[in-house]
Nanobody, 118 residues
């Protein structure tokens, strides 16, 4: 089973930017939809953004216009560019195959902590 390693998180002030990376241990190819998810303390994990095989994307309403998901299939890596960060974006961010998450069979990595605070 493909494993994912997320990186790029950190502490940033409101209005700042971060770029998260998600490296897969194996080929994710170009046919699988990938997603970024996040979990804030005391809350359930939620979908942030998805990118589909054709390159189309969709986003949670709360991040639309601020976050951009992209992928490099040659590097088996998915990215999340986060701009205009807000304190409510504070969470642990994870990536995974959308099909696995929907099926309830996803194996989650350690995630990367994003903290937005002044």
């Amino acid at each position: 089973q493909v494993q994912f390693v997320e990186s790029g998180g950190g502490l940033v002030q409101p209005g700042g930017s971060l770029r998260l990376s998600c490296a897969a241990s194996g080929s994710i190819g170009s046919i699988y939809a990938m997603g970024w998810y996040r979990q804030a303390p005391g809350k359930q994990r939620e979908l942030v953004a998805r990118i589909f095989s054709g390159g189309s994307t969709n986003y949670a309403d709360s991040v639309t216009g601020r976050f951009t998901i992209s992928r490099d299939n040659a590097k088996n890596t998915v990215y999340l560019q986060m701009n205009s960060l807000k304190p409510e974006d504070t969470a642990v961010y994870y990536c995974n195959l959308v099909v696995k998450v929907v099926a309830g069979t996803a194996s989650w990595g350690q995630g990367t902590q994003v903290t937005v605070s002044s």
